[in-house]
């Protein structure tokens, strides 16, 4: 299940900033991650571009550098955010009470040990709001929006759908070809021409039948059971790649 996570790298030293930009390029693919990183080589020039846009989850900010320095900087982004993740990164270990004060994630010393820097990203992402993806589907004149996440299994009944989550049950009328496009692939299969399951759902899967932690048994085509299976080993094992 890829994901999405959004870092600044900010330091003076332009070796650095390409070191960095390295190990978290390497950690994203290793982990399956969309990631989207820019530089930035003081601590004003990263301020101007926060302000306008508060859209990074993580922060690796060098502590000592001309001008602005990144405790003081750090400072100011928690007067306003208190939820991108910081990680400090500074050549000398004396600023250490500082990264509590502003709640930092982890203090890196140069040069950056590969491996640590993966294990603060990796507390980083765990600690990363991920955004709900959604349905918008009408039922009997009214929108209702469902959260992808809470569907466990789709039904079909001729162009009719029944959508089953967690709290409710929506019928609206729909092609099942039609539902499949719009959900996620990586957290859906259709398993039978009439049914669309919920992979996190998913207890066990059998030859002809699967079965819901709920102990719901959905039925399998024999055309459908390789791609189902498949798709159920490949979700969990992404679950294990990000742990």
């Known amino acids: 299940m890829p994901d999405i996570i959004n870092i600044a790298i900010v330091d003076d030293e332009e070796v650095q900033v390409q070191l960095l930009t390295k190990y978290v390029e390497n950690w994203a693919c290793k982990k399956n991650i969309k990631l989207i990183v820019d530089s930035f080589y003081s601590g004003e020039s990263f301020e101007f571009s926060w302000s306008m846009d508060k859209r990074y989850d993580v922060l690796l900010l060098d502590i000592q550098m001309p001008g602005l320095n990144g405790v003081e900087l750090a400072k100011k982004i928690r007067e306003e955010d208190q939820i991108i993740n910081i990680i400090f990164i500074t050549a000398i270990p004396d600023y250490i009470g ?43 004149g009214e929108i209702h929006r469902i959260v992808q996440g809470d569907i466990l299994y789709i039904e079909s009944f001729g162009h009719n759908l029944e959508i089953n989550t967690i709290d409710e049950r929506y019928n609206i ?23 669309i399951v919920g992979l996190r759902y998913v207890k066990r899967i059998g030859k002809n039948e699967l079965e819901l932690d709920n102990g719901i048994i959905i039925p399998v085509s024999r055309r459908q059971y390789a791609k189902t299976n498949r798709a159920f080993i490949e979700y969990y094992r992404g679950d294990m790649d990000r742990e």
């Open 98 to 140: 500082e990264g509590y004060n502003v709640e930092a994630i982890n203090y890196l010393i140069k040069p950056i040990d590969e491996k640590k820097l993966y294990e603060c990203l990796d507390r980083a992402f765990e600690k990363t709001p991920k955004e709900e993806k959604v349905l918008l589907v009408e039922e009997q």
């Open 173 to 195: 009328r729909k092609n099942i070809g039609n539902m499949e496009k719009e959900l996620d692939d990586k957290d859906f299969v259709r398993c039978h021409r009439s049914y």
